[in-house]
Structure formats: C-alpha cells, structure tokens
C-alpha cells in the first residue's frame, strides 16, 4: 500500500470525513455518502456542506434526480463539468426536517437491506460455482430414484 504524507498546514476545507456528501463534478454526476474514513478532498470532487433545516443524508439521496436531470442537459464534446453555480442554484422544494430525516433513516435502512442481500448473493454465487465443480469433475454424483 502506497502512503502520502502531507507537509504543512492541511486546511479544514480539505478534510473529508464519514457522512460527508461528495459530488463527482466531472463526468458522471454522482452523489457519494463518504464512509471510509478521513480523507483529503481531490480536484474535480465537490463536497456539500450542511447548512439548517436540511437533513444532510436526506439530501444525498434526494439530489440524485436533479443532478441525474443537470447530467442530462450538460453539452459536452469530452466530459461534462459541474459547477459550484449549477449546484447552488438547484431548488428543492423540502419537507420539514423532522419528515427530512424520517425519509433518510428510511432509504438509508433500505440501502443497507439491499448490501446485506447483495453480500449473501455473493456468497451463494461462490456456493454454486463450488458445487458446480464438483459436479462437474464428478467428485460428486446425482442419484435419482424413479
């Protein structure tokens, strides 16, 4: 593993932490729930910071559809580039934040259902091709009764 060390004063602005929500301003604009520990921020990724009455978790998923729609509508020859405005200028119409954060706890509940399902389709994936093999070079044998 390659570590970097950084010399110097590090800048609060740079300074990624859990639950940060990061914009992909290049490309594909896509929202990340940052949850892997302290980071320094990159070129090109943007990070939303929170601000009253906005459940920031709420937030993440519900910039997908409007960021989705920007994508869309973003000319480009090359990659497409977000800016600061674009974001800034996106209205939302919201809830209240107690109604903000019901709705977060409940998709993010969600989000982790479906890795739970998706890690143990991963594990029966393994089991199968497992088996598979051993059917196949005849380790193991089927017998039928008729």
């Known amino acids: 593993m390659t570590r970097f060390f950084l010399c110097g004063e590090l800048s609060e602005r740079i300074l990624v932490e859990n639950g940060d929500i990061l914009v992909g301003m290049d490309g594909d604009f896509i929202t990340c729930l940052w949850r892997k520990g302290p980071a320094l921020l990159n070129q090109r990724v943007g990070r939303l910071a929170a601000i009253e009455e906005i459940d920031l978790i709420f937030l993440y998923y519900y910039l ?83």
């Open 64 to 146: 997908e559809g409007p960021l989705k729609e920007v994508e869309f509508k973003t000319a480009s020859t090359t990659v497409k580039h977000l800016s600061h405005d674009i974001i800034a200028n996106i209205e939302l119409p919201l809830p209240p934040i107690t109604e903000q954060t019901t709705i977060a706890q409940i998709l993010s509940d969600m989000d982790a259902e479906i890795e739970s399902l998706e890690r143990k389709l991963g594990k029966f994936k393994l089991i199968k091709h497992g088996m598979m093999q051993e059917l196949l070079t005849g380790k193991v044998r089927l017998l039928s009764e008729l």
